[in-house]
């Protein structure tokens, strides 16, 4: 079932203003369900493969898409989608109007940033990668392989660019940030000199190095969060001076370290200050592997964070996974901001803790306990307004939830402390539609919620972003 059709009917039905006083919910909105919000992909069947179909309906069979990997929504309910092998980022319109300085209609899909393809889009060449265009529009720069996208409060986008090792932003309005004067709908660089590489920039987040990039996030402070992935750490720009897990606070100093003599000996001790457009590590200290819980997160071992989000309390949550090695399975992974009780764990300021997998049992319908759950692939994440932790695996094609509550919520009963699966079923791939259970996907990557708490899946071999539907 395709919904674009309706947005565009809802849209209609809206302009009526108080003549239309209720309306049915759609039977593809019923808690559990999962329906295609953006691609052609229709009756089970993929979508079609390619770069079509921009300022038409997002779900009709002329849109193509290519291994849509990453996925967000802003306040207003647009869906944002990173296709890294069209090398652009495509948007979902909720409202008509204007949206990162572009024109748009309810329901249509458009280009709001990367130029795509290199040849004439009729011949299927897939757009040719690079890096263009900081302080102009971001329809006309050049992008490699962007693999996530994140929004803020005030509808910014940020963009893992990641074969560039960069992170990007497209400004929604005129304003300035991090001492940059953006202009609405230009696109300009955050992170990342463009070295793949570890370093810190002397604690500018512009010169420091960065090496692929996976993923991206925003908390509700406006803090920017990346997942380096083969750095093997979390990083953060902080959008204030201040404190993250007992972080040295520098609020006029630009720098990382403290230097100074001592009895003819110089001295640079590490004091990772957080300063706005300065990046400093909040967890991994490089080595790829699995080890540090329960003690600070900077000194932790991670393997390939792959995505990362922040909750209503501004705790950390990220996969921490080697989709190619398997070498230890799949983890989800917290650093805590404050002391608290967290999933049933006395957790620390600043340290480090797994809440799921590396354990046996593969999650079910009926939910395994977190600890007990062995994870294949854990890719994208998101923290319902509930603290569930809602996240894809990759290679089981399952939507799984980690229930902080014990309730029902799409479609499911949900038990806390338990990972259930949400959607799908582990080890059958397909591009099906329907109750949650009776649904398939393909590769499922990166997830978004959206204000109802329906949660939108880049679902990429099926080339589309389905939908769930929240409680």
């Not at 495509?90 to 458009?110: C, K, M, Q």
């Not at 900077?298 to 398997?326: C, H, K, S, W, Y």
Request: glycine share 16%; hydrophobic share 40%.
């Amino acid at each position: 079932m395709r919904v674009g059709a309706g947005w565009r009917l809802a849209a209609g039905l809206a302009a009526l203003g108080g003549l239309l006083l209720t309306a049915a919910a759609p039977a593809w909105a019923t808690a559990g369900n999962v329906a295609t919000v953006a691609g052609s992909a229709s009756g089970g069947n993929s979508g079609a493969r390619g770069y079509a179909g921009d300022g038409t309906p997002a779900t009709g069979s002329q849109v193509a898409m290519w291994y849509p990997q990453g996925v967000a929504v802003d306040a207003a309910g647009d869906i944002f989608i990173a296709e890294p092998i069209n090398n652009v980022v495509r948007a979902v319109a909720a409202h008509s109007g204007t949206l990162l300085g572009i024109p748009v209609v309810a329901g249509d899909i458009y280009t709001v940033a990367g130029n795509g393809y290199s040849s004439d889009p009729g011949q299927g060449v897939p757009g040719a990668g690079g890096y263009s265009g900081d302080g102009g529009p971001a329809t006309a720069a050049k992008l490699n392989q962007p693999q996530s996208v994140a929004t803020d409060a005030a509808g910014n986008l940020y963009i893992a660019d990641t074969n560039n090792n960069r992170i990007r932003e497209v400004a929604a309005t005129n304003h300035e940030q991090y001492g940059i004067a953006m202009r609405a709908g230009d696109i300009y660089t955050l992170a990342g000199n463009g070295t793949q590489g570890f370093s810190d920039g002397h604690g500018l987040a512009s010169k420091a190095e960065l090496s692929f990039p996976e993923g991206v996030a925003v908390d509700r402070a406006g803090n920017v969060f990346i997942a380096d992935s083969l750095n093997n750490r979390i990083r953060e720009i902080p959008a204030t001076p201040g404190l993250f897990g007992g972080h040295f606070p520098f609020s006029h100093f630009a720098f990382n370290h403290l230097s100074f003599n001592l009895f003819g000996f110089h001295l640079r001790l590490p004091m990772d200050g957080r300063m706005p457009a300065h990046i400093v590590t909040v967890a991994g200290n490089g080595t790829a592997g699995f080890s540090g819980d329960g003690g600070w997160a900077r000194a932790a071992e991670l393997r390939r964070p792959m995505n990362v989000a922040a909750d209503a309390r501004g705790d950390i949550f990220f996969t921490d996974q080697d989709t190619f090695t398997g070498l230890h399975g799949g983890r989800i992974r917290e650093i805590a901001r404050s002391d608290q009780l967290s999933f049933g764990q006395r957790m620390r300021r600043g340290h480090i803790y797994t809440l799921a997998g590396g354990g046996t049992q593969a999650p079910t319908t009926a939910g395994v306990p977190a600890a007990a759950a062995s994870l294949n692939a854990p890719w994208g994440i998101a923290v319902d307004s509930a603290g569930d932790v809602i996240f894809t695996e990759y290679q089981a094609y399952t939507v799984d939830v980690l229930a902080a509550q014990t309730r029902s919520a799409f479609g499911a009963a949900l038990t806390a402390g338990d990972v259930s699966v949400a959607a799908g079923i582990s080890g059958q791939l397909g591009c099906g539609e329907g109750p949650g259970t009776a649904a398939r996907f393909d590769y499922p990557a990166g997830i978004a919620l959206d204000g109802a708490g329906n949660v939108d899946i880049a679902d990429s071999f099926c080339e589309r972003v389905a939908q769930l539907s929240g409680s």
